[in-house]
């Protein structure tokens, strides 16, 4: 059974960046698109992007897409997400996610929460000086 492990999270100024990753345990990420979120106390989880780990395309977001950048690295077991110029309001848990390609069509169209069901357990970015 697929589990998704965030890592990298912590403080960081305004400007500066982090980079995120989600490994996956238990089973390569091939057969999945794998998502970043991001949540805010008392506020909805939302997506930034998610890549298709078949052919790695991306999909943003469009707030996203200026600053945030999906990856994989070239075994498929850990994805990033390469975040830069970060600033106070990015401050939340930001979340890894799978959904399995056999049962979606990855697109622009998945980047919604209700299509992944594999969670990570969330690593918190603080962006404060």
């Known amino acids: 059974q697929l589990q998704l492990v965030e890592s990298g999270g912590g403080l960081v100024q305004p400007g500066g960046s982090l980079r995120l990753s989600c490994a996956a345990e238990g089973a390569s990420l091939e057969a999945y698109a794998i998502g970043w979120f991001r949540q805010v106390p008392g506020k909805d989880r939302e997506v930034l992007g998610c890549?298709?780990?078949?052919?790695?395309?991306?999909y943003y977001k469009d707030f996203a897409k200026d600053r945030f950048i999906v990856s994989s690295d070239s075994a498929k077991i850990t994805v990033y997400l390469q975040m830069d110029g970060l600033k106070p309001e990015d401050t939340a848990v930001y979340y890894c996610?799978?959904?399995?390609?056999?049962?979606?069509?990855?697109?622009?169209?998945?980047?919604?929460?209700?299509?992944?069901?594999?969670w990570g357990q969330g690593t918190q970015v603080t962006v404060s000086s």
């Open positions: 890549i298709n780990m078949y052919d790695m395309k991306t």
């Open positions: 996610a799978a959904t399995d390609r056999r049962w979606v069509q990855v697109t622009r169209a998945i980047l919604h929460r209700a299509y992944f069901d594999t």
